[in-house]
């Protein structure tokens, strides 16, 4: 049960609203290669990185077993004195997820709850971008 490919599979449902880096949506895992954050001029649209999971912990009843995972989805965007576009798919995001278990799609199990905390400001290093995040809590259900 692979957390982040579920988070990226359900992610689709945005990705007309993201930049794109090589024909396809600016969605990464870990961190955005250096030659997307270099390119000028900087992508007017968001792009994505699901961060590896900060919590991965096991999910045991009598019955069932699985997995209890907390991860992050971090949206960023060029900074043009407005946050309005991110915000606005940042909640989009969160609303894919929130309360959504039965529409995530999870290889060789379930998902029996997925709840969303966020989103909330999400810090970078580039004075040139913003950020938000939203932290998802996820109990996935091996089949």
């Known amino acids: 049960m692979n957390s982040t490919a579920t988070i ?10 993201l930049a794109t880096w090589n024909n396809v949506p600016a969605i990464f895992s870990e961190r955005a290669p250096d030659s997307f954050l270099d390119q000028e001029p900087k992508p007017s649209l968001p792009f994505i990185i699901i961060a590896a999971a900060t919590r991965d912990e096991p999910l045991e009843t009598f019955t ?3 997995r209890a995972v907390v991860q992050d989805i971090r949206g960023y965007q060029a900074d043009t ?8 798919l940042m909640r989009a995001i969160r609303d894919l997820f929130h309360n959504q278990p039965q529409a995530l799609s999870v290889a060789g199990g379930k998902c029996e709850l997925s709840r969303v905390n966020g989103p909330v400001q ?3 290093s580039d004075p040139s971008l913003i950020g938000r995040r939203i ?3 996820l109990d996935l259900i091996r089949d």
């Open 8 to 17: 990226f599979a359900r992610l689709a449902a945005v990705a007309p609203s």
């Open 64 to 66: 069932e077993v699985g």
């Open 81 to 88: 004195g407005s946050s309005a576009e991110l915000d606005g």
């Open 122 to 124: 999400s810090p970078t």
């Open 135 to 137: 932290t998802l809590r």
